[in-house]
């Protein structure tokens, strides 16, 4: 769920902001989330020629971990440049596009082949809630406490994974 939150919010609101909070061309706003779709599905490829080597476990753990670096950077020195936000927020996208690419076949394999098809869907559902929750969660977030604070709830959604809630972001 989380991978999801932060992926479609990211997607979904990125050409947005570059056009309503930077005064960013429709053109380029659009080229710049075109931009971070590329390298999602770039890091897809190479996760799916590498996962088997490193082992799921540690790639999913280390890809959560990874993601927050660029997350904290547009939360700590602030939203402020579109190319940073592009440069942070695709290297984020991207290190958690390959646990959303993955997880389907992960969690097929977690289950007994009789349950595969319910755990499957269960996990299906949760990654529809959050890539339904999210985008309008930014929309709230941007209206009411500014950009810098949803790269703040993205991170949260990294790093927050044990069930732990924050007022802002949940």
Known sequence: MCGYMINNGLVT?????YKSVFGLPIQT??????TTSAFGVLASIVCALSIDKVGRKAWYATA???AIVPLVTLTVLGATNPLRIVVCATA???????ITFSLYLYSSELYPTRLRAIGTGL????????SAVRPILVGFIV????IRYVFYCFRADCSDRGGRNNALCH
């Open 92 to 98: 984020a996208y991207a290190i958690l596009q390959t």
């Open 13 to 17: 609101w990125l050409p947005t902001l």
């Open 143 to 146: 209206g009411n406490f500014g």
């Open 29 to 34: 706003a659009l080229a710049y989330g075109w």
């Open 64 to 66: 959560f971990l990874l």
């Open 123 to 130: 996990g299906s559902v949760w990654l529809r809630a959050g």
